[in-house]
């Protein structure tokens, strides 16, 4: 079974408009962290927003914040008042702090294409 | 402070050709990684390192080797380069108390012809 999905490939929205991306996660293990990652065009990979499977509250920064909904494993991110910049690649990511080995390895999904238009 | 450098940025190989990916980093972090990023296949962890002289493998561990001589530095290795291995590669590091966050590269684009 796939540890992480992403079921949508890619997503439109309009500018100034909220969207939501959608992750869900399969683990067995009780502490894990969820984290959701930005590719522009330009190839680089970047941190966006963090979620520890202990948090009680949903994690937020500035225009980005996820909904942590633990019963139904998902990790979606929401991104308010969307910008032109906004438009990438998102990839959102798992990390299981019991798995043995160590090395607080992430496992990803396969990404969601976002584009913003005007 | 550069963070996290990859070299090169790209490169073009030949079947059965071998090369290195150097991966340096300045923040004295403690573990790193290397992945590789194929078209619809998210990244996928190739090697990591916990420590100056310890690697173990990830999920695609084949026809990779790595070595972490060391602390600041991760090498990736193909010793036999097939076609298959055409991808991208990312290398990223972590701190041992502030491992909440990755920190990537900017990759290095591979063609194996």
């Known amino acids: 079974a796939q540890k992480i999905t992403q079921t949508q490939p890619g997503m439109f929205v309009q500018e100034k408009e909220a969207v939501t991306l959608d992750c869900t996660y399969d683990t067995s293990d009780p502490s894990y962290g969820l984290f959701w990652y930005k590719q522009p065009s330009s190839g680089e990979m970047i941190f966006l927003i963090y979620?520890?499977?202990?948090?009680?509250q949903n994690a937020t920064e500035g225009r980005y914040s996820l909904n942590f909904q633990k019963a139904r494993k998902s990790a979606n991110l929401v991104i308010s008042a969307s910008q032109l910049g906004d438009s990438a690649m998102y990839f959102c990511a798992m990390r299981e702090f019991g798995v043995t080995g160590g090395g607080n390895k992430l496992t990803f999904g396969t990404g969601t294409q976002l584009k913003v238009e005007l | 402070n550069a963070g996290v450098t990859q070299t090169p940025k790209f490169r073009v190989l030949k079947t059965g050709q071998s090369m290195t990916l150097l991966c340096a980093q300045d923040m004295n972090h403690e573990y790193m990684y290397w992945y590789r990023q194929d078209p619809g296949m998210g990244l996928r962890l190739i090697h990591y390192s916990v420590g100056e002289g310890t690697t173990a493998k990830g999920e695609v561990p084949d026809g990779y080797n790595v070595s972490r001589l060391k602390k600041q530095n991760f090498l990736l290795g193909l010793e036999s380069a097939a076609p298959s291995q055409t991808s991208v590669y990312f290398c990223?590091?972590?701190?041992?108390?502030?491992?909440?966050?990755?920190?990537f590269g900017p990759g290095t684009r591979l063609t194996v012809l």
């Open positions: 990223a590091s972590a701190g041992l108390l502030n491992y909440n966050e990755q920190f």
């Open positions: 979620q520890g499977s202990y948090d009680q």
